[in-house]
Nanobody, 123 residues
């Protein structure tokens, strides 16, 4: 069993910065991916950024160059540094842990999700 706790959301002006954290606890498989998603009211959930246990990263085009995902494996924590924030970044941000992602053993039904943290960017 794994628990994910997100923190760091809040209200910020356009052009500002925010850093989100997601701490995982429990039985964590060393081979995994940690992913940030976001969902705005009336919109589909979208992938923001991901990072594998090997350090490979991917970003949505809308955040590329502005957001940076990183992880601290010793703390089982993933971060999302968000710079040059825009009002369209306003959403609830969710953290996901995908055990065994990238292996033949990966199953989406085994993913774990955090509770989400609100990010609001004012114009």
């Amino acid at each position: 069993q794994v628990q994910l706790v997100e923190s760091g959301g809040g209200l910020v002006q356009a052009g500002g910065s925010l850093r989100l954290s997601c701490a995982a606890s429990g039985s964590i498989v060393s081979i995994n991916a940690m992913v940030w998603y976001r969902q705005a009211p009336g919109k589909q959930r979208e992938l923001v950024a991901s990072i594998t246990s090997g350090g490979n990263t991917n970003y949505a085009d809308s955040v590329k160059g502005r957001f940076t995902i990183s992880r601290d494996n010793a703390k089982n924590t993933v971060y999302l540094q968000m710079n040059s924030l825009k009002p369209e970044d306003t959403a609830v941000y969710y953290c996901k842990l995908s055990p065994l992602y990238g292996t033949i053993w990966y199953r989406p039904e085994n993913d774990y999700w955090g509770q989400g943290t609100q990010v609001t960017v004012s114009s």
